[in-house]
């Protein structure tokens, strides 16, 4: 599975490096949204998992500009965030993600489960 | 001023005008009095002349009847009968008819009187001369009223000065003469009547009347007379319908006859000369008492009087009620103005913004915080709308929000952005709302904005404080999370039981942390208002069992149970599940944590009095009655609670009560230390 995570805090980015390869993800890492955004024009996720708060390009602009992105308007989005206010889900609904987990609410093991539940498998 | 001059000055013109009125009324009604009595005197008198004219013509009557004819005393009797006199005027008049006997024939007269007459009272027929004339006038034949008087028969009338008087004097001028006032009492001892004659020669020639009084004399034989009393001749026949007349009547010095006097008034009073028969008596008329007009000209003076009292009356107290509403009105300006100016100068002064427009929307008054805020003067903003600060929002907003005011008429409120003239946007809370008139138009709009910029930038600045701290304080938390679950899942290889143990002891302590931090945030979006309830259809029973079950994971090693009963029959209640799963979860743990080894737990969940309520009661250490009050303080830990746990922070209460209360409920407890607590929240059904 082509997972794109995209993420700036580094001990998580190890964290989903560690659980994705064991899991034999074939995982992308972009530190930010400007920095995704390149790898999406190279490489194509079957999934994308995004923080929202990131420098440079956050989350919410990373994720209207990639569903401008004809070939990403249907790509799974999982938002895995530490901002949990209704507002933010809701903004982060309305901009075409399909699923919303805090991440400090679950394990990793939980956050696996809710990306097969997103990508079912064949 | 000049309104209590106008009105002072009618008052006393309406004043003189009424007395004015109300004399001339009396006047006129007076002098109309004056005149109806005078006229009732002049009729009075008309009566008497006309029933002296009567008796005249009736002695007339008389004499042409002897003197054509000699008559006995039963012709004499019949023909007064016949006349009808009798009738018309009874026991008013006596009629005398007297003959002249020359004395020497005297025994003759009274021997063939006596042969003619058949009346016994002729028996004793006698006349005795009393004078020394050669002829004697005694009384033939005699009609009477009075009996006492019947006796006069064959009296010589020559003998009385007043007739013999009336006599020469009627036979010099051959017609009627009325005698003096004659006194009985005179001729009969202890007679006291009085009376007049009115006596009429009887001539033997008929032409008498072209003759001298001398040559006249020579034919006189009789006389006719007829006595009258007074009473009689100045009364007149129809007395009875002269009540309002009182009178005196002098003969001369003499008063010979006064009628009613004992009701005579000197109100009206007229002095009249009656001329009889060629004598003149004077006769006082005086008005009785209670002498009115008759019918509404009798009482005009009393309505007039009762009228001009009533007009008065009605136009005092309507002056009397003008200056009162006057006063009052001056006083409730006076009030109003009073008022006004505080209400001004209190308006003025206040931090929000006010604005009165009339009804088209133009600006007729702004406060100083109008011109604080926008930057334009009180001069640029009188006489414009509000829209030269406006025009920041949508068509459609504005378009509702004269829709709300002035086609429904009602008040509103909502935010919007306004522009300094500076050009700096700022926020407020506006609202606005009609004044209408009488008939429900809109006189006024009254809008006062409250300046929410810097609230809004407080907000946000919470808001966003709120999304760092989430962020910051749980990303740590997170990887800390993360590895240590792998870790625990053996994700980098198998762990020893101590490393186990320890690493669980780690993930524990993370976890609580990572829980205080998901409480202060609740905490913060709570007090910063941003806590919403989001209400959905929600099977409270599987919500329960939820909690429970999730709670109970952690049980398993503990000899703690909870026991749950539910009516069968729990209704779809429409609440938040997600925050009422955090009270849910609140309560219990509570109830898991402060129970003892072996403790039990029930919680029961039921419809009662329109309300869902549910229980959760525990055997456990219970709260201390004197930090009851406190329970739901935020941060508040009781003591010993904090002596069993360390751990807590003393904000689940705080939350739950927060929540309950947010969503239309009650959450309270009983509890007794060292035997337990029960806490109740309920929620409305609908």
């Known amino acids: 599975m082509k997972v794109l995570v995209i993420e700036d805090d580094n001990f998580l980015v190890n964290a989903y490096r560690v659980k994705f390869g064991n899991m034999g993800y074939d995982t992308r890492i972009a530190l930010d949204g400007n920095e995704a955004l390149k790898v999406l024009e190279e490489w194509e996720p079957e999934i994308v998992i995004l923080d929202l708060v990131m420098p440079n390009m956050d989350g919410y602009e990373f994720l209207e500009k990639m569903r401008a992105i004809e070939k990403y308007r249907d790509t799974p989005v999982l938002i895995s965030s530490n901002l949990g206010q209704p507002e933010d889900i809701e903004r982060a609904t309305k901009l075409g993600a399909n699923s919303y987990v805090i991440k400090g609410n679950l394990s990793l093991s939980d956050l696996v489960k809710k990306i097969e539940e997103l990508i079912p498998k064949n | 001023m000049v309104n209590v001059i106008l009105m002072l000055t009618s008052s006393i013109l309406l004043f003189i005008g009424s007395l004015y009125v109300l004399s001339y009324v009396k006047t006129s009604v007076e002098a109309q009095r004056k005149t109806d009595f005078e006229k009732l005197v002049d009729r009075h008198v008309e009566k008497i002349k006309e029933e002296v004219g009567v008796t005249v013509s009736y002695l007339y009557g008389l004499r042409g009847k002897i003197s054509t004819s000699q008559i006995n005393d039963s012709e004499w009797i019949n023909y007064i009968k016949a006349s009808g006199l009798e009738k018309r005027y009874p026991n008013h008049l006596s009629l005398a008819y007297v003959e002249r006997v020359n004395k020497g024939d005297l025994g003759l007269y009274i021997q063939k009187l006596k042969q003619e007459t058949r009346s016994v009272l002729y028996g004793d027929y006698a006349v005795f001369p009393a004078t020394d004339n050669q002829d004697v006038y005694p009384i033939k034949y005699l009609h009477t ?5 019947s006796t006069l028969l064959g009296y010589d009338i020559g003998s009385s000065e007043g007739l013999s008087e009336a006599m020469l004097s009627t036979s010099i001028v051959g017609v009627e003469t009325i005698s003096p006032l004659l006194d009985f009492s005179k001729v009969f001892t202890g007679n006291s009547k009085t009376g ?38 100045f009364l007149g026949v129809g007395s009875k319908s002269t009540p309002e007349l009182a009178f005196r009547v002098s003969d001369g010095d003499v ?6 006097s004992e009701l005579r008034t000197e109100d009206l009073s007229v002095v009249r000369e009656v001329e009889l028969l060629g004598k003149k008596y004077s006769v006082q008329f005086c008005s009785v008492k209670n002498y009115a007009l008759p019918g509404f000209i009798g009482n005009l003076p009393k309505a007039t009087i009762f009228g001009l009292l009533t007009l008065n009356a009605f136009w005092y107290i309507t002056i009397l009620g003008l200056i009162f509403a ?17 209400f001004k100068q209190a308006v003025d002064g206040v931090s929000d913004l006010v604005i009165i427009t009339d009804n088209l929307g133009v600006i007729i008054y702004a406060n100083d915080a109008i011109v604080n805020t926008t930057g334009y003067s009180r ?3 009188i006489g414009k709308k509000p829209s030269l600060w406006g ?16 086609t429904d008429k009602q008040p509103f409120v909502g935010e919007l952005k306004n522009i300094r003239k500076n050009g700096e946007i700022y926020e407020v809370e506006l609202r606005v709302w009609p004044i209408l008139d009488d008939k429900g138009e809109v006189l006024f709009y009254v809008g006062i904005e409250h300046d929410i910029t810097k609230t809004k930038a407080v907000e946000r600045t919470k808001s966003e404080f709120i999304s760092l701290a ?23 290889g198998e762990l020893t039981k101590t490393q186990k143990e320890y690493l669980r002891k780690v993930n524990e302590s993370n976890e609580r942390e990572i829980q205080l931090v998901n409480s202060l945030l609740s905490v913060s979006r709570i007090e910063s208002g941003k806590i919403k309830i989001e209400p959905k259809e929600t099977d409270v029973r599987n919500l329960i069992g939820s909690v429970i079950s999730d709670i109970e994971v952690n049980l398993q090693k503990s000899s703690r149970k909870i026991k749950f009963v539910a009516e069968k029959e729990l209704p779809l209640m429409l609440i938040d599940p997600d925050l009422i799963r955090h009270v849910l979860v609140n309560l219990l743990t509570n109830s898991v944590r402060y129970t003892k080894e072996n403790g039990k737990i029930d919680v029961e969940a039921k419809v009662t009095n329109g309300e869902f309520v549910v229980k959760i009661a525990d055997d456990g250490i219970g709260v201390p009655q004197e930090e009851q009050k406190r329970l739901f303080e935020k941060f508040f830990r009781a003591t010993n609670a904090l002596k069993k746990e360390t751990d807590g922070s003393g904000l689940g209460l705080y939350l739950a009560k927060t929540i309950i209360e947010s969503s239309g409920g009650k959450i309270w407890f009983k509890s007794k230390e060292n035997h337990g607590t029960t806490f109740w929240f309920s929620l409305p059904l609908k």
């Open chain 2, 470 to 492: 989430s962020h910051q304080l749980r990303t740590p938390l997170s990887a800390a999370k993360w590895f240590g679950k792998m870790l625990m899942d053996g994700e980098a």
């Open chain 2, 196 to 233: 007049y004659a009115i006596i009429l020669p009887v001539y033997n020639n008929p032409e008498v009347l072209d003759l001298t009084p001398d040559e006249r004399r020579k034919f006189l034989t009789a006389f006719v007379g007829a006595f009258i009393k007074p009473e009689s001749l």
């Open chain 2, 379 to 381: 001069k640029e903003i």
């Open chain 2, 145 to 149: 009223f009075d009996k006492d008087v």
């Open chain 2, 255 to 260: 008063e010979v006859y006064k009628y009613q």
């Open chain 2, 391 to 406: 025009r920041q929002m949508s068509r459609e907003f504005y378009e509702n929000f004269w829709k709300i005011i002035k």
């Open chain 2, 326 to 342: 006057r006063n009052r009105s001056q006083r409730m300006t006076k009030d109003a103005t009073e008022d006004l100016r505080k």
